[in-house]
């Protein structure tokens, strides 16, 4: 139900922002994205990510493409799935880890 009240938004072509390699920190807070971004988990510089969009579709699995990943705060997304035991990949440099209401 939740997915079709989201389903005739825009599609936004936010790409551009796989071209900034040595961003350090990214907060999506309720930008009008609904689906997938895989590219949103590929800077391998990031040490901050703090996501709060209710209808962005990620799994704790893509972090490991933020390698050097210190802080994570992530707040009302349903849609994020996976296994916090996938954090391992982090455990040298992740410090901070913040989810709620999620699955």
């Known amino acids: 139900r939740r997915a079709a009240y989201s389903a005739n938004w825009i599609t936004h072509d936010i790409e551009i922002l796989s071209r900034f390699r040595k961003l350090r920190i990214l907060e999506i807070h309720h930008a009008p994205l609904n689906g997938r971004y895989p590219f949103l988990f590929n800077f391998p510089l990031l040490q901050q990510l ?6 962005l579709k990620w799994n704790l699995e ?7 990943l210190k802080e994570l705060y992530c707040h009302d997304n349903p849609f994020l799935t996976g296994n916090i035991n996938s954090l391992r990949v982090l455990k040298d440099d992740l410090a901070v880890v913040h989810i709620s209401l999620s699955r």
């Open 62 to 68: 893509m972090l490991a493409g933020l390698p050097l």
């Open 50 to 55: 703090k996501i709060n969009c209710y209808y």
